[in-house]
């Protein structure tokens, strides 16, 4: 069975530019997270969807970041525009039953 | 709200000693909780995890024992080689808290010599 799958897997833009990640869960699996790990620290929620529909996106800084789920499978999480400390791992997670979750590579984002 | 705390690092142990990685919770409800890995360039890999009090988690070695007197799932490993040198991450959900998200902790850095 394919894992949860992210792209790219590593990116360097400059500041004020926008930037895009995707993520394709594992098959099956409902509810899709994307999380922000910042450098020697634990992943932190940014959104939470069950299906097509975000339950929670109480930590996503809405004046510059947004993301969609269309048809409840894969997910794009966008930032425009980018600043210095949105510099972090960006990783994607799913599960099936919402209490085990299965992470990604993550993405490797670089602001200069 | 909810939190985990765990003990930080780095660590450095020699191959074949006895690991403990203390991690402590606070939730407003009954969490399950995880303890996850991670490799350099990958994203975390599920470790093991326990849903209930008294639940025993394990796999490759390590072990953790969900201890709700004492809120705590402190994971051991009787005796650690060099490929256990990872990131290890204590972590929490809590549907009853009003999410079901993971809760973090800031993860313990782990250095095994042969």
């Known amino acids: 069975e394919a894992g949860v799958v992210q792209s790219p897997r590593y990116k360097i833009i400059e500041k004020k530019q926008p930037v895009a990640f995707w993520c394709n869960p594992i098959?099956?699996?409902?509810?899709l997270y994307w999380y922000r790990q910042n450098l020697g620290q634990g992943p932190e929620l940014l959104i939470r969807y069950e299906n097509e529909e975000a339950v929670d996106d109480s930590q996503l800084p809405k004046d510059r970041f947004s993301a969609e789920r269309l048809k409840g499978v894969d997910s794009t999480l966008k930032i425009q525009p980018a600043e210095l400390g949105d510099s972090a791992v960006y990783l994607c997670a799913s599960s099936l039953d919402s209490r085990t979750q299965y992470f990604g590579p993550g993405t490797r984002l670089t602001v200069l | 709200g909810d939190s985990v705390t765990q003990m930080e690092g780095p660590v450095t142990l020699s191959e074949e000693a006895f690991l403990t990685i203390n991690c402590t919770y606070t939730?407003?409800?009954?969490?399950?909780l995880f303890w996850y890995v991670q490799y350099p360039g990958e994203g975390l890999q599920l470790l093991l995890k326990a849903t209930k009090a008294d639940d025993k988690g394990s796999n490759k070695g390590f072990e953790a024992t969900y201890r709700k007197e004492t809120t705590s799932f402190h994971l051991e490993k009787g005796s650690v080689q060099v490929s256990d040198s990872e990131v290890y991450y204590c972590a929490l959900s809590d549907p009853q808290g009003g999410s079901e998200k993971l809760v973090f902790g800031k993860g313990m850095k782990l250095t095994v010599n042969p």
């Open positions: 939730a407003t409800g009954y969490p399950s």
């Open positions: 098959s099956g699996h409902n509810t």
